[in-house]
């Protein structure tokens, strides 16, 4: 203030006076006597009595000053005391973090010196100050519960990445994370901490004793009997692995939790405090003071109803206690202790906030009467507080902390002009500001009060043969029935008291996304739609760096409290303008993706590049958008790409991006509890002070029009006459509907980015609760039936079986609570609601962009991936509580997505291949589970027809394995003895996961399947090409699985131990699980399409069922050889083979057998059976094994004439087949056959009927190819299988080899097999009869 002090000085600021019809009652300053009563009684002396009150003498504004700082020196504590306090300790006030000399390892230090992040292996940093007798105390704030040592330590310990606080004598600290204490060795002690609780740190030097307490409880006396004496003094010091982080309070504000007889650290400014609480004194008595001029006299009146009137007499009163009390209001102590606990005093009578204008009327007064700067910084060491003291304060069964602390910020934000000051300057830049929006999850359910609040806990009983829980089982018990509807009362106790917290952080976000608020400059919604972007991009452009990111579990919440605000003001808006649609319609235009009004930062567009889209898609904007691209942009932006790469890694070198310096923008996210800046890296290696680093913020991309977040204006974003602001470049496509708010676009917009970056990350991390749940209740009823079997005679059984009962149910009890907080908090039926708003918001705006053609190359990935994943986490996170069809509309947004996924999996616009990889898994998802499948099969038939002509697409240059993966969900169900959910040898062993996609009951679909076969049959160069690929690609997958086989079988032979790689046994596991598949599609087409291979009409038909029936006895022969290699390798049960068996894989190729030789024409089974027979590798055997009949391999009947011993049995996979080795095992002709008669679940009658008729036709029809076959002689062989006789001449070179050699080669190469020349034609060859 300009002239504060004596006088009837005011401040410079005006303040409105009374009006005109007011003035007889205040024109001026009151009379003397009047106001010398009123002065007195406002600024009571201590030392006169109310006897001496007729005598005191007359009190005026010119006294004032004087008389007040005469007051305020009475009682200060005397020098002498003040040095009294400091005894016993050594070392500078205030009380830091030693960041010059006291530290190993690398850590961030936040500005003020408290807050410390881990960024090494095990880093270590202690305080400033030390103390050597007496009794001290301080506190941690915990902002994250990993591993952490927390205590004191002398100055001679000597921390490395190794060792840190409580690892070298002379040092003590507790670990809350393993729930350890530590000086050298380590024991239990204590108990488990989370993010968002209290350490103290206390040490008896007279004593010689540690204690710790968590959250004001005492955890007991650590440790006794201490060092202590001349020379030793103990530093409050820490140690934390990487990403772990906490705040200290050495005493620079109040202990959260002060203990009798110990002091903190860092003295309390007991000298200012005095004079804080008496001037506040005094600021009450002016509430409570009211001056009757026109009776003379004053008048009690209650604060709350007291106002700003302008009346002089009050002001300059006013004026003169603030010239004291202002600059006391600039420090965090005073601050916290005084102002914070008045202002929650004032809200404590309970009512809606409202109803507390007192507080507005303060903040009128602190604005009217204090200097900007004194204001902004009271308000941010306000906000601060408040802050901490929502996050570490503990949870109590009516939440009443959370609540105290969110009425009183709501309480400030609803003061326009202290609102905008916090979010232009506080909320977002300096503030974590995101947590009061969070809700943190209590660890330990007792101290929580959730034992009272739910007293009756329960879980699933019922489950079946896979472990699956059983909803609503008919054979619930009565008991168990009251048990789960007492659960399910208390969980509603427990909503119902979360929802009054979340009600609150909604109505915070109501206010700063008020728009209506322009009297003092750009609304409130402008500025936080501004922060609001820079707070994504930092989290978008620094992911998986620890100082820049915001807690997932924060994410989580803001979200779902944001989704809420935004679609209150979007209804709010649209019942004002009725042409406009609701946020249950709401979308995000597709022009925001490319007009350069929202600033994406550097994520991935569906076309690649943006610059590049710019260049390429130029044209189409014009045309369809009317927007044009100056040439000199587009040169710029080109350049402005070939430094990207260099700048963006500058960004993020770890000490570039660590070393955060006053050059920053916007601070980054450090986790102290409040401060969201750090400046200060320490590294052992570097002690100095990094130089500063660049902005986060990359150097802006030259759009339609360079706009960075700072530069926009509300014209910019909601637009005025003949502007569209955010929806410029509407394409004729795009309808033209009003929007009653367009900046919500923006923050819808936001919300889906946010959800990508780390929401759903988040909600799969916490079904882990669940899955305990789940885990824990199947191993108690385990238990209990052990127990029921356990006989009488074994009480020692019996005794350790009731222990691990009793473990198992307290287990239970505490999670059970537990999941009931984390289904109200995350996975409640209004947060189910939220996702699934989300997922339509993305189906609608992705439809929208779609049908803008080209331009649809412009929308970011993320709108894709977030549709996917909100599908995924509704139906694997929300659908155990909450059932997806419930939701309204639910089956038209299940075919809508199934519509996307069909369209999108093969887009050409689309070229990421991440993002096609993830489309494609999605789709493949999508079709093993009936409610999908049949989404699918609604879409339109021409959009279903397209995917299949899509996923028929030849496999090379392209990952085929889901396509095929597709392909096999499709047709399982309908193949031979392909109706198993699980094969046969694993149904003992539980599935990790029974809710995995590939664990679902088959589902067929018959819609698509005749799509496929009216494809195949029609296109008959789409067929051949694909069967081609099949085939090539079946062929690389076996060769590749018995390759590894045989090293495995190696390895396993070998005297010494061996350890097979498990990536090398994961990948064989893969190789067999492809060939299968593989199998299982020929075996699909062979039966909706037969003719593809026999109808020798079609160009390739002969030449594809050669290939097939090779193929098919290759794979015969190696799994049904005696004593073979996949049979030891299937005996050895390896870990990670648990899927190689004999079932899969010969009942597929019986599958296709039975298809050609039983159930075709007599015609096609004909020309299958001379294929087959005539294939070199053909043995009647490996066909007998099938159904256990198979002798040993000298019964076998050679199919062709030359004999099968001096004949190379070389087949398509490129290696002779083995003979048989020496068994490893011993004799392995005792181990039972495989026999397709042991699976009778599995194999019905009537197949087993089809593959006997087969076997009986193969041995008739083999045994006549060996009578009639003529003999051969060797030079009219095909010189390259050998198999055949010669029947094909090539041009022009005249070279020679059988049909079926020359085709196959030419359906993958032009080159002729012997001198390389291109082949340009291929003649039948007859050798000429000799005469």
Same mark, same amino acid.
């Given at each position: 203030?300009?002239?504060?002090?004596g006088?009837?000085?005011?401040?410079?600021?005006?303040?409105?006076?009374?009006?005109?019809?007011?003035?007889?009652?205040?024109?001026?300053i009151?009379?003397?006597?009047?106001?010398?009563?009123?002065?007195?009684?406002?600024?009571?002396?201590?030392?006169?009595?109310?006897?001496?009150?007729?005598?005191?003498?007359?009190?005026?504004?010119q006294?004032?000053?004087?008389?007040?700082?005469?007051?305020?020196?009475?009682? #200060?504590?005397?020098?002498?005391?003040?040095?009294?306090?400091?005894?016993?300790?050594?070392?500078?006030?205030?009380?830091?973090?030693?960041?010059?000399?006291?530290?190993?390892?690398?850590?961030?230090?936040?500005?003020?010196?408290?807050?410390?992040?881990?960024?090494?292996?095990?880093?270590?940093?202690?305080?400033?100050?030390?103390?050597?007798?007496?009794?001290?105390?301080?506190?941690?704030l915990?902002?994250?519960?990993?591993?952490?040592?927390?205590?004191?330590?002398?100055?001679?310990?000597r921390?490395?990445?190794? #060792?840190?606080?409580?690892?070298?004598?002379?040092?003590?600290?507790?670990?809350?994370?393993?729930?350890?204490?530590w000086?050298?060795?380590?024991?239990?002690?204590?108990?488990?901490?989370?993010?968002?609780?209290?350490?103290?740190c206390?040490?008896?030097?007279?004593?010689?004793?540690?204690?710790?307490?968590?959250?004001?409880?005492?955890?007991?006396?650590?440790?006794?009997?201490?060092?202590?004496?001349?020379g030793?003094?103990?530093?409050?010091?820490?140690?934390?692995?990487?990403?772990?982080?906490?705040?200290?309070?050495?005493?620079?504000r109040?202990?959260?939790?002060?203990?009798?007889?110990?002091?903190?650290?860092?003295?309390?400014?007991?000298?200012?405090?005095?004079?804080?609480?008496?001037?506040?004194?005094?600021?009450?008595?002016?509430?409570?003071?009211?001056?009757?001029?026109?009776?003379?006299?004053?008048?009690?009146?209650?604060?709350?109803?007291?106002?700003?009137?302008?009346?002089?007499? =009050?002001?300059?009163?006013?004026a003169?206690?603030?010239?004291?009390?202002?600059?006391?209001?600039?420090?965090?102590?005073?601050?916290?202790?005084?102002?914070?606990?008045?202002?929650?005093?004032?809200?404590?009578?309970?009512?809606?906030?409202?109803?507390?204008?007192?507080?507005?009327?303060?903040?009128?007064?602190?604005?009217?009467?204090?200097?900007?700067?004194?204001?902004?910084?009271?308000?941010?060491?306000?906000?601060?507080?408040?802050?901490?003291?929502?996050?570490?304060?503990?949870?109590?069964?009516?939440?009443?902390?959370?609540?105290?602390?969110?009425?009183?910020?709501?309480?400030?934000?609803?003061?326009?002009?202290?609102?905008?000051?916090?979010?232009?300057?506080?909320?977002?830049?300096?503030?974590?500001?995101?947590?009061?929006?969070?809700?943190?999850?209590?660890?330990?359910?007792?101290?929580?009060?959730?034992?009272?609040?739910?007293?009756?806990?329960?879980?699933?009983?019922?489950?079946?043969?896979?472990?699956?829980?059983?909803?609503?089982p008919?054979?619930?018990?009565?008991?168990?029935?009251?048990?789960?509807?007492?659960?399910?009362?208390g969980?509603?106790?427990?909503?119902?008291?979360?929802?009054?917290?979340?009600?609150?952080?909604?109505?915070?976000?109501?206010?700063?996304?008020?728009?209506?608020?322009?009297?003092?400059?750009?609304?409130?919604?402008?500025?936080?739609?501004?922060?609001?972007?820079?707070?994504?991009?930092?989290?978008?452009?620094?992911?998986?760096?620890?100082?820049?990111?915001c807690?997932?579990?924060?994410?989580?919440?803001?979200?779902?409290?944001?989704?809420?605000?935004?679609?209150?003001?979007?209804?709010?808006?649209?019942?004002?303008?009725?042409?406009?649609?609701?946020?249950?319609?709401?979308?995000?235009?597709?022009?925001?993706f490319?007009?350069?009004?929202?600033?994406?930062?550097?994520?991935?567009?569906?076309?690649?590049?943006?610059?590049?889209?710019?260049?390429?898609?130029?044209?189409?904007?014009?045309?369809?958008?009317?927007?044009?691209?100056?040439?000199?942009?587009?040169?710029?932006?080109?350049?402005?790409?070939?430094?990207?790469?260099?700048?963006?890694?500058?960004?993020?070198?770890?000490?570039?991006?660590?070393?955060?310096?006053?050059?920053?923008a916007?601070?980054?996210?450090?986790?102290?509890?409040?401060?969201?800046?750090?400046?200060?890296?320490?590294?052992?290696?570097?002690?100095?002070?990094?130089?500063?680093?660049?902005p986060?913020?990359?150097?802006?991309?030259?759009k339609?029009?360079?706009?960075?977040v700072?530069?926009?204006?509300?014209?910019?974003?909601?637009?005025?006459?003949?502007?569209?602001?955010?929806?410029?470049?509407?394409?004729?496509?795009?309808?033209d509907?009003?929007?009653?708010?367009?900046?919500?676009?923006?923050?819808?917009?936001?919300?889906?980015?946010?959800?990508?970056?780390?929401?759903?990350?988040?909600?799969?991390?916490?079904?882990?609760?669940?899955?305990?749940?789940?885990?824990?209740?199947?191993?108690?009823?385990?238990?209990?039936?052990?127990?029921?079997?356990?006989?009488?005679?074994?009480?020692?059984?019996?005794?350790?079986?009731?222990?691990?009962?009793?473990?198992?149910?307290?287990k239970?009890?505490?999670?059970?609570?537990?999941?009931?907080?984390?289904?109200?908090?995350?996975?409640?039926?209004?947060?189910?609601?939220?996702?699934?708003?989300?997922?339509?918001?993305?189906?609608?705006?992705?439809?929208?962009?779609?049908?803008?053609?080209?331009?649809?190359?412009?929308?970011?990935?993320?709108?894709?991936?977030?549709?996917?994943?909100?599908?995924?986490?509704?139906?694997?996170?929300?659908?155990?509580?909450?059932?997806? #069809?419930?939701?309204?509309?639910?089956?038209?947004?299940?075919?809508?997505?199934?519509?996307?996924?069909?369209?999108?999996?093969?887009?050409?616009?689309?070229?990421?291949?991440?993002?096609?990889?993830?489309?494609?898994?999605?789709?493949?998802?999508?079709?093993c589970?009936?409610?999908?499948?049949?989404?699918?099969?609604?879409?339109?038939?021409?959009?279903?027809?397209?995917?299949?002509?899509?996923?028929?697409?030849?496999?090379?240059?392209?990952?085929?394995?889901?396509?095929?993966?597709?392909?096999?969900?499709?047709?399982?169900?309908?193949?031979?003895?392909?109706?198993?959910?699980?094969?046969?040898?694993?149904?003992?062993?539980?599935?990790?996961?029974?809710?995995?996609?590939?664990?679902?009951?088959?589902?067929?679909?018959?819609?698509?399947?005749?799509?496929?076969?009216?494809?195949l049959?029609?296109?008959?160069?789409?067929?051949?090409?694909?069967?081609?690929?099949?085939?090539?690609?079946?062929?690389?997958?076996?060769?590749?699985?018995?390759?590894?086989?045989?090293?495995?079988?190696?390895?396993?032979?070998?005297?010494?131990?061996?350890?097979?790689?498990?990536?090398?046994?994961?990948?064989?596991?893969?190789?067999?699980d492809?060939?299968?598949?593989?199998?299982?599609?020929l #075996?699909?087409?062979?039966?909706?399409v037969?003719?593809?291979?026999?109808d020798?009409?079609?160009?390739?038909?002969?030449l594809?069922?050669?290939?097939?029936?090779?193929?098919?006895?290759?794979?015969?022969?190696?799994?049904?050889?005696?004593?073979?290699?996949?049979?030891?390798?299937?005996?050895?049960?390896?870990?990670?083979?648990?899927?190689?068996?004999?079932?899969?894989?010969?009942v597929?190729?019986?599958?296709?057998?039975?298809?050609?030789?039983?159930?075709?024409?007599?015609?096609?089974?004909?020309?299958?059976?001379?294929?087959?027979?005539?294939?070199?590798?053909?043995?009647?055997?490996?066909i007998?094994?099938?159904?256990?009949?198979?002798?040993?391999?000298?019964?076998?009947?050679?199919?062709?004439?030359?004999?099968?011993?001096?004949?190379?049995?070389?087949?398509?996979?490129?290696?002779?087949?083995?003979?048989?080795?020496?068994?490893?095992?011993?004799?392995?002709?005792?181990?039972?056959?495989?026999s397709?008669?042991?699976?009778?679940?599995? =194999?019905?009658?009537?197949?087993?009927?089809?593959?006997?008729?087969?076997?009986?036709?193969?041995?008739?029809?083999?045994?006549q190819?060996?009578?009639?076959?003529?003999?051969?002689?060797?030079?009219?062989?095909?010189?390259?299988?050998?198999?055949?006789?010669?029947?094909?001449?090539?041009?022009?070179?005249?070279?020679?080899?059988?049909?079926?050699?020359?085709?196959?080669h030419?359906?993958?190469?032009?080159?002729?097999?012997?001198?390389k020349?291109?082949?340009?034609?291929?003649?039948?060859?007859?050798?000429?009869?000799?005469?």
């Amino acid at each position: 203030m300009s002239s504060k002090g004596g006088g009837t000085a005011l401040t410079r600021r005006n303040y409105r006076l009374a009006s005109d019809t007011d003035k007889p009652k205040a024109t001026g300053i009151v009379n003397e006597k009047l106001l010398s009563d009123y002065l007195h009684h406002v600024f009571p002396s201590t030392k006169q009595g109310p006897a001496l009150a007729s005598l005191r003498k007359p009190l005026g504004f010119q006294d004032l000053g004087s008389h007040l700082e005469k007051l305020l020196s009475e009682g #200060e504590p005397a020098d002498d005391i003040k040095d009294q306090c400091g005894e016993g300790r050594l070392g500078p006030q205030p009380v830091v973090l030693d960041h010059t000399s006291g530290f190993e390892g690398l850590l961030f230090v936040d500005d003020d010196l408290l807050g410390v992040i881990g960024h090494s292996n095990f880093s270590s940093i202690r305080a400033t100050t030390c103390v050597y007798k007496g009794k001290w105390a301080y506190e941690v704030l915990i902002s994250s519960q990993g591993l952490m040592q927390i205590g004191w330590c002398t100055l001679n310990c000597r921390f490395n990445q190794e #060792e840190g606080v409580g690892d070298t004598p002379d040092s003590y600290a507790y670990d809350g994370n393993r729930v350890r204490k530590w000086n050298v060795t380590t024991t239990n002690y204590g108990k488990s901490w989370a993010a968002g609780d209290i350490v103290s740190c206390l040490v008896d030097l007279d004593e010689g004793t540690i204690t710790f307490c968590l959250n004001g409880q005492s955890l007991g006396i650590a440790f006794t009997n201490i060092k202590t004496g001349p020379g030793v003094a103990y530093f409050p010091a820490i140690s934390l692995s990487f990403k772990e982080s906490v705040a200290f309070n050495f005493g620079s504000r109040p202990l959260r939790y002060p203990v009798d007889g110990y002091l903190p650290l860092q003295n309390p400014p007991a000298g200012d405090l005095m004079k804080a609480q008496k001037l506040l004194g005094y600021i009450k008595n002016v509430l409570s003071t009211a001056i009757d001029s026109q009776e003379d006299r004053l008048v009690d009146r209650d604060c709350a109803v007291w106002r700003l009137h302008g009346e002089p007499t =009050i002001l300059i009163t006013l004026a003169h206690i603030f010239n004291h009390f202002a600059p006391l209001m600039c420090k965090v102590y005073l601050v916290e202790d005084v102002l914070m606990n008045f202002l929650l005093g004032i809200l404590e009578g309970g009512g809606s906030v409202d109803e507390h204008p007192l507080i507005q009327q303060l903040l009128d007064l602190f604005w009217l009467l204090m200097e900007d700067y004194e204001v902004n910084e009271c308000l941010k060491q306000l906000m601060m507080s408040l802050l901490r003291a929502y996050r570490f304060s503990p949870i109590i069964p009516d939440l009443g902390f959370q609540i105290h602390y969110l009425r009183l910020t709501t309480a400030i934000l609803r003061h326009e002009k202290s609102r905008k000051y916090l979010l232009n300057n506080v909320l977002f830049d300096v503030l974590r500001s995101v947590v009061f929006f969070y809700i943190k999850t209590p660890l330990r359910v007792k101290e929580a009060g959730l034992e009272e609040l739910i007293p009756t806990t329960w879980w699933p009983t019922h489950f079946d043969k896979e472990g699956k829980d059983e909803r609503d089982p008919k054979d619930e018990s009565a008991d168990e029935r009251l048990r789960r509807r007492a659960y399910e009362r208390g969980c509603q106790r427990l909503k119902k008291r979360i929802e009054v917290v979340e009600e609150l952080q909604v109505h915070i976000l109501r206010l700063l996304l008020n728009n209506k608020d322009k009297t003092s400059g750009e609304a409130s919604r402008y500025i936080f739609l501004n922060k609001f972007r820079k707070f994504l991009q930092e989290n978008a452009s620094n992911r998986g760096h620890p100082t820049a990111l915001c807690p997932p579990e924060y994410m989580v919440c803001f979200l779902h409290r944001l989704i809420t605000a935004v679609r209150s003001c979007w209804d709010e808006g649209s019942r004002k303008s009725p042409s406009s649609f609701s946020s249950e319609e709401s979308y995000v235009p597709p022009q925001l993706f490319y007009n350069g009004k929202v600033d994406y930062f550097d994520l991935q567009r569906l076309g690649g590049l943006l610059s590049h889209l710019k260049k390429t898609l130029k044209d189409d904007l014009a045309s369809k958008a009317n927007i044009v691209i100056d040439p000199a942009e587009i040169q710029s932006s080109s350049m402005d790409d070939l430094d990207e790469d260099e700048e963006s890694g500058a960004a993020q070198r770890p000490f570039g991006a660590a070393a955060m310096g006053g050059a920053l923008a916007r601070p980054s996210w450090l986790s102290s509890p409040t401060l969201g800046r750090a400046n200060r890296f320490l590294s052992t290696a570097a002690v100095s002070l990094m130089t500063p680093r660049r902005p986060l913020s990359q150097p802006e991309k030259v759009k339609v029009r360079t706009l960075t977040v700072e530069q926009r204006t509300e014209e910019d974003i909601e637009g005025s006459h003949g502007n569209d602001g955010l929806l410029l470049g509407r394409p004729l496509e795009e309808p033209d509907q009003s929007i009653a708010d367009k900046s919500l676009l923006e923050i819808v917009d936001g919300i889906v980015m946010m959800y990508n970056l780390s929401v759903h990350q988040q909600l799969g991390k916490m079904v882990v609760v669940s899955d305990d749940v789940h885990e824990y209740a199947v191993a108690l009823k385990d238990t209990e039936e052990k127990i029921a079997r356990c006989p009488a005679r074994r009480a020692d059984i019996l005794e350790e079986l009731q222990k691990s009962q009793k473990v198992f149910a307290e287990k239970l009890n505490h999670l059970s609570r537990r999941l009931a907080w984390i289904n109200a908090t995350i996975y409640s039926k209004e947060k189910m609601l939220d996702v699934y708003w989300l997922l339509c918001v993305c189906i609608r705006t992705i439809e929208h962009a779609d049908s803008t053609g080209s331009l649809f190359a412009f929308a970011p990935e993320f709108y894709l991936n977030v549709a996917m994943n909100a599908y995924s986490a509704l139906k694997n996170y929300f659908s155990p509580a909450n059932g997806m #069809e419930e939701l309204p509309g639910y089956e038209e947004t299940l075919t809508q997505l199934a519509a996307i996924l069909a369209k999108h999996f093969a887009d050409p616009r689309i070229v990421g291949t991440d993002i096609k990889d993830s489309l494609m898994q999605a789709l493949a998802s999508y079709v093993c589970y009936p409610q999908s499948l049949r989404a699918v099969e609604r879409i339109p038939e021409e959009q279903r027809v397209a995917m299949m002509r899509n996923l028929l697409a030849p496999y090379e240059q392209r990952p085929w394995a889901q396509t095929n993966w597709i392909l096999v969900r499709l047709w399982r169900g309908c193949g031979f003895g392909y109706r198993y959910t699980r094969l046969p040898h694993l149904l003992k062993t539980k599935p990790e996961d029974a809710n995995l996609p590939s664990l679902q009951k088959p589902c067929p679909s018959l819609l698509l399947q005749r799509h496929m076969a009216e494809l195949l049959s029609l296109e008959k160069d789409m067929a051949a090409s694909f069967l081609n690929s099949v085939l090539n690609q079946l062929n690389w997958a076996f060769s590749e699985f018995i390759g590894m086989i045989q090293e495995i079988q190696q390895a396993a032979e070998r005297p010494e131990r061996n350890f097979v790689d498990t990536r090398q046994l994961k990948v064989c596991a893969t190789c067999f699980d492809l060939s299968v598949s593989l199998l299982r599609v020929l #075996e699909m087409t062979v039966t909706l399409v037969p003719e593809i291979f026999l109808d020798w009409s079609r160009p390739s038909a002969e030449l594809l069922l050669r290939r097939l029936a090779q193929l098919l006895n290759q794979v015969l022969n190696r799994v049904t050889a005696e004593k073979n290699l996949f049979d030891r390798v299937v005996n050895l049960r390896l870990p990670g083979l648990e899927s190689v068996d004999h079932y899969p894989i010969l009942v597929a190729v019986t599958g296709i057998l039975v298809r050609v030789l039983v159930d075709g024409d007599r015609q096609g089974i004909s020309c299958a059976a001379s294929v087959l027979l005539s294939d070199p590798c053909f043995q009647l055997h490996s066909i007998q094994h099938l159904l256990g009949e198979g002798g040993d391999s000298s019964t076998c009947v050679p199919s062709a004439a030359v004999p099968s011993a001096a004949r190379p049995a070389v087949g398509s996979l490129g290696s002779s087949v083995a003979p048989p080795l020496p068994s490893a095992a011993g004799n392995s002709s005792e181990r039972k056959h495989f026999s397709l008669h042991a699976y009778t679940d599995y =194999i019905s009658e009537e197949e087993k009927t089809k593959v006997e008729l087969m076997l009986a036709f193969l041995t008739e029809e083999s045994k006549q190819a060996a009578a009639s076959t003529a003999p051969t002689s060797e030079e009219d062989l095909c010189p390259i299988c050998y198999a055949h006789s010669i029947s094909a001449i090539f041009k022009p070179c005249s070279h020679k080899s059988c049909k079926a050699c020359i085709n196959q080669h030419l359906m993958n190469n032009k080159d002729c097999f012997f001198c390389k020349a291109t082949i340009t034609g291929v003649e039948d060859f007859s050798k000429p009869s000799s005469s």
